[in-house]
Structures are given as C-alpha cells and as structure tokens.
C-alpha cells in the first residue's frame, strides 16, 4: 500500500477518537494519583510506555493485509492456550488468582491476548460457514473453540475475562444469522453453566462480589465497600465535577482502585456530568466509525472482525461503568483507553489496528474519512 493511498483511506476520525480518549485516560490516571507517592504516581508514565507501544503495533498492523490473520489462526488459537496453561504452572499466585506473566518490564495477561485470538477464530469460522449458520452444529463447534479458553480462564480465576469472551461469541453469532431458538438453547445453556459456576468454580470472594452488588449496605466496610465508595464519588461530582486533583474519594484514598476498575468514578467527580457527557459522546462516535467500517468491508471475514471488535469495547464499556454505577458486580473489567493496565491497552489498540486494516482495504472509492 502506498503512503498516498494510506493517508487518502485511513480512518483520521476513529485515529482522534481513540486519541482523545487515551489522552482523557492518562489525564485520568494522572490525576487519580496525584496524592500517592512518586513511586505510585509511576503509574502515568508505564501508560504511556503501553499506548506508545500500543500505537506502534496499530501502525504495523494497518499496513498488514488484515486477511493475513486468517491464514494464521490456528497457530495464534494454540498459542494462546499454550499462555493459559502456562499461567496457571508458572504464574505468580497474587491475590488468590494466577492470570499475569511477570517480565519486569511489564506483566502479561493472556486472558487479554484471549480476546483478540478469539475475534480472528471466530471471525474465520463464522466467515467461513457463512452459508450453513443456520445448522446448530456450527454453534456447537464454536462453542467449543470458545469454550476451551474460557474454561482455562475462570481456573485462574479470571471471571470477568471469561464473560467478555462469551459475549464476543454471543454477539458474532448473532450476526452470523442463526436461528433464533439456537439463541435460545445458548442462553438456557449459559443459565445452567452459571449455576454450575457458582456451585463449583467460584471462590468465596467471587460470591460475595455477587451478594454485594445486590445488597451492598449488608457490607459496607468489606465487599460492599467499593461500590458505595464508586456511587458516592459520582455523586458528589455535580454537573462540572470537583476540578482534577480535587476528588475527596480519590484524593483521600477513599476509593479503591482508581485508576483502574473505578476510573469512571474518578472522571466523574472531578469532571462531574459535562466530563461524563464528553466521555460518552467519544465512545458513541467510537462506535459509529466501527459499524460504518464493518458495513463497507469488502469481506465477511473483515466484517466480523470488526464485529468483534465492537462487541469487544461495547461489552467492557457496559459492564464497567454499569459496575461503577453499582448496576452491574464488580468484575475487574477495565474501560477501555482509559484504565492503566497494559496488556488492556495493548490488546484493544491491536484490534483497532485490524479495524483501521479492514477499512483500508474496503472497496468504498470515496474517501474513508468522509
């Protein structure tokens, strides 16, 4: 591809979307720490390290033909559970869960690596049999091949992970035409896996997560704690919030996990309502660049990766916020751009590389960015 066509088709809007909101999350992330020591405040400047590699493999990957991930598929699915094993023998237990590869520099979760491997297989199954969809033994053997992974996510245990994965699959199935009591039998499935779930998989604080999301008062000071914490420091932002490093739950450290499962409740103290709205208004423009690339990829297989994708941000969007609202239970699901974390970021900027590679190679004549 030539650098006059790369800059002709290349999606500028989603680029300062994603921009935007990376430059919302490091501001974030700055202010979230700014009454922590200097080593903690070191927070802002790993992600920075993380978008700068993150935005390089974006590049790399849009000059990529996206249909080469196709072709490699299998060795990216054997890969990834080669990692989740491998987690689980010579991962570090931390908190009673072993989901992250220490290497110093940064630690490797690949039940993040998962998610993206998923949307290629998914997406070259699906693209694939396109025609027969509506046999239910396609829906049987993608529920296996998604199956295995989330199975070796949840003995880490990394639940909100797992559920991610489930509704990428959930979410391209849908697209993929099946008929609707296939859906039907998926979701009764899904009921009676989630009982299984509780009664052998989970561990006691997982089930109390659960029991304090639908009453969080009953423990205030213990699994309950986060979630009061998050709906108080929301509330107290008002309509133009508190000012950055001026968030009391924050700043105070009333707030567990600031800059990480509760950023939203950070930006929304201290940016308050018009902060929110802002936040919003780039993730809905986010999502408008995505389903209009998806609608004008030349391929079934580029369609559902950006599908995928969607599905990807849409759902971790969802459950975050929804969690910090105390609507959803606390998963330790990032927001996406915005969390530090670097396998997070990573992943996500990798998918939106494939993104940005499926509308470069659409067969729109006009302008991409028009």
Same mark, same amino acid.
């Given at each position: 591809m030539t650098w006059r066509r790369f800059l002709q088709k290349f999606d500028w809007f989603l680029?300062?979307?994603?921009?935007?909101?990376?430059?919302?999350?490091?501001?974030?992330?700055?202010?979230?720490?700014?009454?922590?020591?200097?080593?903690?405040?070191?927070?802002?400047?790993?992600?920075?390290?993380?978008?700068?590699?993150?935005?390089?493999?974006?590049?790399?990957?849009?000059?990529l033909d996206y249909r080469i991930f196709r072709s490699y598929s299998r060795i990216f699915y054997v890969i990834m559970l080669a990692a989740l094993v491998g987690v689980l023998i010579?991962?570090?237990?931390?908190?009673g869960t072993r989901s992250w590869f220490d290497l110093g520099i940064i630690n490797l979760q690949p039940a993040e690596f998962a998610k993206f491997v998923m949307i290629i297989v998914l997406a070259k199954y699906f693209s694939r049999h396109s025609d027969e969809m509506y046999k239910f033994k396609h829906v049987l053997v993608s529920g296996v091949l998604v199956l295995i992974p989330v199975g070796l996510t949840m003995i880490e245990p990394e639940l909100g992970s797992a559920l991610v994965i489930v509704f990428i699959w959930l979410g391209m199935l849908i697209f993929a035409r /099946?008929?609707?009591?296939? /859906?039907?039998?998926?979701?009764?499935?899904?009921?009676?896996?989630?009982?299984?779930?509780?009664?052998?998989?989970?561990?006691?604080?997982q089930k109390n997560r659960l029991s304090a999301f639908l009453d969080p008062a009953r423990d205030p000071l213990g699994q309950g704690y986060n979630v009061t914490q998050a709906k108080i420091a929301i509330g107290s932002g008002g309509v133009t919030g508190r000012g950055l490093g001026h968030g009391?739950?924050?700043?105070?450290?009333?707030?567990?996990?600031?800059?990480?499962?509760?950023?939203?409740?950070?930006?929304?103290?201290?940016l308050g309502f018009v902060g929110c709205i802002f936040l919003f208004a780039l993730f809905s423009f986010l999502f408008y660049r995505l389903i209009r690339i998806g609608r004008l990829a030349r391929d079934r297989f580029g369609m559902f990766l950006v599908i995928g994708t969607t599905i990807l941000l849409l759902s971790q969007v969802f459950i975050n916020i929804g969690m910090n609202l105390?609507?959803?239970?606390v998963a330790g699901i990032p927001l996406p751009f915005l969390s530090s974390g670097g396998s997070s970021i990573i992943t996500i900027l990798v998918c939106?590389?494939?993104?940005?590679? /499926?509308?470069?190679r659409s067969e729109e004549k006009s302008n991409a960015i028009g």
């Open positions: 680029f300062i979307t994603i921009l935007l909101l990376l430059a919302l999350g490091v501001l974030m992330i700055y202010s979230a720490t700014l009454g922590e020591s200097i080593a903690d405040r070191s927070n802002t400047y790993r992600q920075i390290i993380y978008i700068a590699v993150g935005l390089g493999l974006l590049f790399l990957i849009c000059f010579f991962g570090p237990e931390i908190r /099946v008929r609707w009591w296939h /859906v039907g039998v998926i979701f009764g499935a899904l009921i009676a896996m989630g009982a299984f779930t509780w009664r052998f998989l989970l561990r006691d604080y009391s739950q924050s700043q105070l450290n009333f707030l567990p996990e600031q800059h990480t499962d509760f950023i939203f409740a950070v930006m929304a103290e201290e105390g609507l959803l239970p939106i590389g494939m993104v940005l590679s /499926v509308g470069l």
